[in-house]
């Protein structure tokens, strides 16, 4: 059974940082694509950034790049999102994703995307 499970999550004061942590079980972690989304609060849910199957790059949302940075451990089975800079617009409920196909030009598309962890409050205050 496929299993994500998002961790690292909490409460930080602006400009300061936060790790998720997701863990992966019960697929071939190293041929998957995985993925970072949130959601705020009556918004849509929106992608966060991405990174492909082991050896592959990176792909950041506009409003993130150069605070965030997602990466992955093989030997753990577990996808790192780093984010620093950390901005109240930033709060939202973040989820990680995984997928088996080979993600380019669609790489920010919930729907390329099979398998969702529970998801994980981050707030940022001000």
């Known amino acids: 059974q496929v299993q994500l499970v998002e961790s690292g999550g909490g409460l930080v004061q602006a400009g300061g940082s936060l790790r998720l942590s997701c863990a992966a079980s019960?697929?071939?972690?190293?041929?998957?694509?995985m993925g970072w989304f949130r959601q705020a609060p009556g918004k849509e849910r929106m992608f966060v950034g991405a990174?492909?199957?082991?050896?592959?790059?990176?792909y950041y949302a506009d409003f993130v790049k150069g605070r965030f940075t997602i990466s992955r451990d093989s030997a753990e089975n577990t996808v790192y999102l780093q984010m620093t800079s950390l901005k109240p617009e930033d709060t939202a409920v973040y989820y990680c994703?995984?997928?088996?196909?080979?993600?380019?030009?669609?790489?920010?598309?919930?729907?390329?995307?099979?398998?969702w962890g529970q998801g994980i409050q981050v707030t940022v205050s001000s």
């Open positions: 994703a995984g997928t088996f196909r080979l993600i380019g030009s669609d790489y920010y598309l919930a729907g390329v995307y099979d398998y």
């Open positions: 019960g697929l071939p972690f190293s041929k998957f694509s």
């Open positions: 990174i492909r199957r082991s050896g592959g790059g990176t």
